[in-house]
């Protein structure tokens, strides 16, 4: 692969990740409850430091599947907790 192409498939492949990244955030800011909106904001934040300089292929790869994963889990259970709502706390 050439230069030319190895920098297309990065842009492409950053593109995706930070698509996915979010995608993720919007999810997690769905959620009613203050504490869940907070927890998965940071887990999903922290979750991307932790892995962004990730540089085997194939890790990316499965990093990204498992994170289009949770993005399913996050939409379903977010749609979840805006069925059973519960008063505002304090800090909202």
């Given at each position: 692969m050439t230069a030319q192409?190895?920098?297309v498939v990065a842009a492409v492949s950053r593109t995706e990740k930070l698509a996915l990244y979010r995608a993720m955030l919007?999810?997690?800011r769905q959620f009613q409850s203050y504490n869940f909106r907070r927890y998965f904001?940071?887990?999903v934040q922290r979750g991307f430091r932790e892995?962004?300089?990730e540089t085997d292929p194939e890790r990316v790869v499965e990093l990204m599947q498992r994170g289009r994963?949770?993005?399913t889990m996050l939409r379903r259970q977010a749609l979840v907790n805006q069925?059973?709502?519960t008063d505002k706390?304090?800090?909202e």
């Open positions: 192409a190895a920098a919007r999810a997690a904001v940071a887990r892995r962004r300089d994963h949770e993005l069925l059973y709502t706390l304090v800090v």
